[in-house]
C-alpha cells in the first residue's frame, strides 16, 4: 500500500530528486513531486512524496521540523484532493 506525504515550506529551489533523496534515508520512496505555479513554473514551496505504507509515521517522525537546504520542513499525511464544484 502507499501513503502520499505533504512536504512544506521547501526552499524554491529544492527539486523532486532533493525529496526523494532526503526521504529515502528513512524507508522506500515511491515518487516525490514539487508543485510549480502553472504560469510562471516556479515552485509554490510544496511538494508531495509517495511511500510505502510501513515508513510513512517513521518518515513523519523523522523530517518533520527538520531543515532541508536552509529551511524548516513541515511534513505529514496528505489530506485527500477536494474536487472544485
Known sequence: MVRTLYVGNLPWATRAE????????????????????????RSRGFGFVEVADEDAERMIESLNGVELNGRVITVNEAKPRQELT
Open 18 to 41: 532533493d525529496l526523494i533523496d532526503a526521504f529515502s534515508n528513512y524507508g522506500e520512496v515511491i515518487s516525490g513531486r514539487v508543485i510549480s505555479d502553472r504560469e510562471t513554473g
